[in-house]
């Protein structure tokens, strides 16, 4: 078993005078095990049905395949959860090893305060391009994030979380899109991690958000997705950037 750690430089956020409304930003170093960690890359599809997104993803695509062949190589467990495509990976190894996988019984859910609502307004969808209503485009993973070795495949939180037990993993290191959606909603994504115990590291530089911004606050889609990696990093989770994985192996 590999004795290398993560020694990943964790930003949250701090209310430092309570009531305030201010925030300050920290800065934390940790090291992380390597065998007690794993990326979650969440519903990076090849084809969205909102054109922004699917161009955000085209973009990011590279990118995450570049630090995850990096994380990979210094023996971090890759999960892929394209969510609705699992029917594409049925018959591969990297979908049967994680679908069999004998059932963890999750431990009581934490008793965590409610957070305030969204900082943004995605209730028309959040599709910056205009494109509507929504529907399923999606068949299968971006076709540049690549499936190797080890890695698995399951858009299931209970599959993913029995696996994850299997194997001693406490950390879970989420990048993907999008992040007021489906990295925070999944039933692998950051809330429903956190509530069963596992430690989520949201990656800033690797995710996205659906928001209009011709919706509250009315500010650039790039402001509108900070927005939500600071409201994460506020009441959910600390975030990296992924720098980090590429350079701190220790």
């Known amino acids: ?17 309570k009531g305030s409304g201010f925030w300050d930003e920290m800065i934390i170093q940790r090291p992380f095990p390597v065998e007690q960690t794993a990326i979650l890359i969440c ?8 054109r922004g997104a699917t161009e955000r993803v085209e973009a990011m695509a590279p990118i ?7 994380a990979r190589e210094n023996g ?3 999960i892929h959860s394209p969510s609705e495509t699992m029917s594409y990976y049925a018959n591969t190894p990297y979908r049967q090893r994680i679908a069999n996988a004998p059932y963890v019984e999750p431990p009581k859910q934490l008793e965590l ?5 969204l900082p943004i307004d995605d209730t028309d969808g959040g599709c910056d391009t205009g ?4 529907f399923k485009a999606w068949t299968r993973q971006h076709p540049a994030l690549k499936i190797m070795y080890d890695d698995v495949i399951s858009d299931d939180g209970q599959e993913i979380y029995n696996f994850i037990q299997q194997r001693g993993i406490k950390n879970l290191v989420i990048m993907g899109v999008h992040t007021n959606m489906c990295v925070l909603e999944r039933s692998f994504g950051i809330k429903q991690m956190t509530r069963w115990g596992i430690r989520c590291i949201l990656v800033r530089d690797l995710t996205d958000a659906m928001y209009n911004p011709a919706r509250p606050p009315h500010v650039t889609h790039e402001t509108g997705t900070n927005l939500v990696i600071e409201y994460i990093e506020k009441y959910w989770c600390p975030s990296i950037s ?3 994985l590429l350079t701190i192996f220790i």
Do not use: G
Request: glycine share 0%.
């Open 1 to 17: 078993m590999s004795e290398a750690n993560l020694r990943l430089n964790l930003r949250t956020r701090v209310e430092t005078f």
């Open 43 to 50: 519903d990076m599809w090849d084809k969205h049905w909102c």
């Open 64 to 70: 995450i395949n570049s630090v995850i062949e990096v």
């Open 76 to 78: 971090v467990l890759i």
């Open 113 to 117: 305060p409610a957070p305030p609502a």
């Open 131 to 134: 494109e509507k209503p929504w």
């Open 242 to 244: 992924s720098e980090d």
